[in-house]
């Protein structure tokens, strides 16, 4: 992938990351190991790769953005949720020391956390509205996938040149991380 990116556009100035595997949801006591390892690669290891392909030419450019794409799922600890949870609690991790690692070269690092967001999928499926999962949202809807967009253009453009290593909800304030 680094070899035709930087063939076709060039070392990029901006990279996103949002990768899952899908897998049954299930008890912590059910869940096979396998899911934990995958949610592992997925999300951990993913960043990893992505990192050492593309930081290194923003290092040398002296600036750049890497965003990730989590969810609001890390803050809420539902049952069955554990190997998804996990894997992102791990990216966060991840992250965070990214940030730190990388922030002295102009770069910054920051995760995008949607809740359950409307996409194309859903639009055809008419099934925007889920009245169970809406009316625990303060703002009482699922979010559209542009506004997740919106946020990644954001954290990807000069407005947010100052924040680095953000977990940042867009949820309708389903989640709301504290200090």
């Given at each position: 992938?680094?070899?035709t990116?930087?063939?076709?556009l060039?070392?990029?100035?901006?990279?996103?990351?949002?990768?899952?595997?899908?897998?049954?949801?299930?008890?912590?006591?059910?869940?096979?190991?396998?899911?934990?390892?995958?949610q592992?690669?997925?999300?951990v290891?993913?960043?990893?790769?992505?990192?050492?392909?593309?930081?290194?030419?923003?290092?040398?450019?002296?600036?750049?953005?890497?965003?990730?794409?989590?969810?609001?799922?890390?803050?809420?600890?539902?049952?069955?949720?554990?190997?998804?949870?996990?894997?992102?609690k791990?990216?966060?991790?991840?992250?965070?020391?990214?940030?730190?690692?990388i922030?002295?070269?102009?770069?910054?690092?920051?995760?995008?956390?949607?809740?359950?967001?409307?996409s194309?999928?859903?639009?055809?499926?008419?099934?925007?509205?889920?009245?169970?999962?809406?009316?625990?949202?303060?703002?009482?809807?699922?979010?559209?996938d542009?506004?997740?967009?919106?946020a990644?253009?954001?954290?990807?453009?000069?407005?947010?040149?100052?924040?680095?290593?953000v977990?940042?909800?867009?949820?309708g304030?389903?989640?709301?991380?504290?200090?």
């Amino acid at each position: 992938m680094k070899e035709t990116v930087t063939r076709e556009l060039g070392a990029p100035d901006i990279v996103v990351t949002n990768a899952v595997g899908g897998y049954p949801w299930m008890t912590i006591l059910d869940q096979p190991l396998k899911d934990y390892e995958d949610q592992f690669r997925t999300n951990v290891v993913q960043n990893v790769l992505m990192a050492k392909a593309f930081v290194p030419a923003m290092i040398e450019k002296k600036g750049g953005r890497v965003i990730a794409i989590s969810t609001e799922c890390v803050m809420q600890a539902s049952p069955t949720f554990s190997a998804y949870v996990a894997g992102k609690k791990g990216m966060d991790g991840l992250l965070r020391i990214l940030a730190r690692e990388i922030g002295p070269h102009g770069i910054t690092v920051n995760q995008v956390a949607p809740g359950w967001t409307i996409s194309e999928r859903d639009r055809l499926a008419k099934s925007e509205k889920q009245d169970e999962y809406d009316q625990k949202v303060p703002l009482r809807r699922r979010g559209e996938d542009i506004e997740i967009a919106h946020a990644v253009a954001f954290l990807a453009s000069d407005l947010a040149s100052f924040i680095t290593g953000v977990y940042l909800p867009v949820c309708g304030g389903n989640v709301m991380p504290s200090v």
